[in-house]
C-alpha cells in the first residue's frame, strides 16, 4: 500500500502558486519522493522526484523538509490546464524493490479561472 | 520528446474472449511495466518485464495474464479469457534501468462485454 498522505482536494486559483502538501513519515533513507500527475483517464505523467534535497524542473519545485518526512510540490504559475489528480509516492531506490510505483488516491487539484 | 505509445487507444470484446494490448516502450528502455486501472479507483501494478522475463507480478497478474516482447519495439500484454472485471484502463510504462523514472503510455480502455 501507498506509504504517503495526501488531501484529498485542493483548489487554487489561475496564475496563483499550487502547493500541494505530502506526509511520508515511514519514509526511509534509501527511498525517494516521487510526484506523477493525472489528468482524466490519461496515462500517469511524470513530474519530479527527489532524494533530500529541493529539486526545481520546468514544470515544477519539489520541497523536501529536513527530516524527510513531509513535502510539497509548487507549481509556481497554476494554468486551467493544471488541473489534474496528484500523486505522491515514496519508492525504494534499490532493486529489486524498484520496480513497482504504489499508487494512493492522490490530490485532486482544481485550478479555477 | 520520446514518448510511451499504446494501441488500440480503446478495446471493446466480449467475456470469454482473447485481448492482446500493445505497447511501443521508448527505444533505449530496458524495463517495461503494466498497470491497470479501473473506473474510479487507484492505479495498479501488474508486472515487470525485463530481458525478456518477468521479474516481479502482483497478485492481480494471474494465469489469465501474460506478457511478451515479440520483437525489439513492442511490448504486449495478453488476456486469455476476459472477464467482466477486467475493463479498466491498462497503462503501459518503460524505464532505462530499475531505479530510473517511469513513462507511462496514454492507455488503452478495456471494455469487457
Known amino acids: 500500500d501507498a506509504k504517503t498522505t495526501q488531501p484529498t482536494s485542493m483548489d487554487c486559483a489561475e496564475g496563483r502558486a499550487a502547493n500541494l502538501p505530502c506526509n511520508h513519515s515511514?519514509?526511509?533513507?534509501?527511498?525517494?519522493v516521487y510526484w506523477y500527475r493525472q489528468i482524466h483517464s490519461q496515462g500517469p505523467q511524470y513530474i519530479i522526484h527527489?532524494?533530500?534535497n529541493n529539486e526545481t524542473n520546468e514544470m515544477a519545485s519539489l520541497i523536501i523538509t529536513e527530516d524527510r518526512k513531509s513535502s510539497t510540490l509548487i507549481l509556481p504559475h497554476a494554468t486551467l490546464r493544471d488541473t489534474a489528480v496528484y500523486y505522491c509516492?515514496?519508492?525504494?531506490?534499490?532493486?529489486?524493490?524498484?520496480?513497482?510505483?504504489?499508487f494512493g488516491t492522490g490530490t485532486r487539484l482544481t485550478v479555477i479561472p | 520528446e520520446p514518448e510511451v505509445t499504446q494501441t488500440p487507444s480503446h478495446q471493446v470484446t466480449q467475456m470469454g474472449q482473447e485481448v492482446i494490448l500493445r505497447c511501443v516502450p521508448i527505444?533505449?528502455?530496458?524495463?517495461f511495466y503494466w498497470y491497470r486501472q479501473i473506473l474510479g479507483q487507484k492505479v495498479e501494478f501488474l508486472v515487470s518485464?525485463?530481458?525478456?522475463?518477468?521479474?516481479?507480478k502482483s497478485e492481480i497478474f494471474d494465469d489469465q495474464f501474460s506478457v511478451e516482447r515479440p520483437d525489439g519495439s513492442n511490448f504486449t500484454l495478453k488476456i486469455r479469457s476476459t472477464k467482466l472485471e477486467d475493463s479498466a484502463m491498462y497503462f503501459c510504462?518503460?524505464?532505462?534501468?530499475?531505479?530510473?523514472?517511469?513513462?507511462f503510455g496514454p492507455g488503452t480502455r478495456l471494455t469487457v462485454l
Open positions: 509516492i515514496v519508492r525504494v531506490a534499490l532493486p529489486p524493490s524498484a520496480n513497482n510505483l504504489f
Open positions: 510504462a518503460s524505464s532505462g534501468d530499475i531505479t530510473d523514472t517511469q513513462y
Open positions: 515511514t519514509i526511509s533513507g534509501n527511498e525517494y
Open positions: 518485464f525485463y530481458n525478456n522475463e518477468i521479474s516481479e
Open positions: 527505444s533505449n528502455h530496458l524495463y
Open positions: 527527489g532524494l533530500k
